[in-house]
């Protein structure tokens, strides 16, 4: 089996930082594509920031110069740096991976439980 655990979330003021983790671990052979991302009360889920399989980055615009994502490949984890937050960033934050398992030939995507980020004075 795999799995994505996050951390990091929290609640933070408005103009604060937080970082959150995302690991992946169980029977991976290869990742070939892992991010984030989050969905408001009311709204969908929507890409914030993610590695593409051809090996770049991609960011939302609006997190463009706030958010900055990161990677680990030795430990599978994913980062998000997330500062200057407003209250607009208030969601559940999800990790998302497309992972191959081990012996096996196709790429499934995966999901973590997600984590709580609450921007608030």
């Known amino acids: 089996q795999v799995q994505l655990v996050e951390s990091g979330g929290g609640l933070v003021q408005p103009g604060g930082s937080l970082r959150l983790a995302c690991a992946a671990s169980g029977s991976i052979g290869s990742i070939n594509a892992m991010g984030w991302y989050r969905q408001a009360p009311g709204k969908q889920r929507e890409l914030v920031a993610a590695?593409?399989?051809?090996?770049?980055?991609v960011y939302a615009d609006f997190v463009k110069g706030r958010f900055t994502i990161s990677r680990n490949n030795s430990k599978n984890t994913v980062y998000l740096q997330m500062n200057s937050l407003k209250p607009e960033d208030t969601a559940v934050y999800y990790c998302n991976a497309r992972i191959r398992r081990t012996f096996q030939t196709i790429y499934d995507d995966y999901w973590g439980q997600g984590t709580q980020v609450t921007v608030s004075s």
């Open positions: 590695f593409t399989s051809g090996g770049g980055t």
